[in-house]
Nanobody
């Protein structure tokens, strides 16, 4: 079982920045990757960014590439999402997820953190 706690969301004006943090606990030694997803009410959850735990390879959705940066603290099983040049379309609840070795899916367990970008 893995638990994650997201933090760092808030209200920001368009063009501003926020930094999200996700701390994982529990069965973290089998972590293969961690990721950020986001969801707007009434819409499907969408992938934002991920990082492979062992080698640090990073992936981004096209909508955030060049504006968001994912990073990790490897021994603390913590990831960050630095979000710059935010726009109103980034408004969503941001969720952290963890993928265990041998699994194809991500596991979610946190409440998410709300990011609201005003125009």
């Amino acid at each position: 079982q893995v638990q994650v706690v997201e933090s760092g969301g808030g209200l920001v004006q368009a063009g501003g920045s926020l930094r999200l943090t996700c701390e994982a606990s529990g069965r973290t030694s089998s972590t293969d990757a961690m990721a950020w997803f986001r969801q707007v009410p009434g819409k499907e959850r969408e992938f934002v960014s991920s990082i492979r735990w062992s080698i640090g390879t990073k992936y981004y959705s096209d909508s955030v590439k060049g504006r968001f940066t994912i990073s990790r603290h490897r021994t603390k099983y913590t990831i960050y999402l630095q979000m710059d040049n935010l726009n109103p379309e980034d408004t969503a609840i941001y969720y952290c997820a963890l993928q265990l070795r041998g699994r194809s899916n991500y596991s979610f367990g946190g409440q998410g953190t709300q990011v609201t970008v005003s125009s």
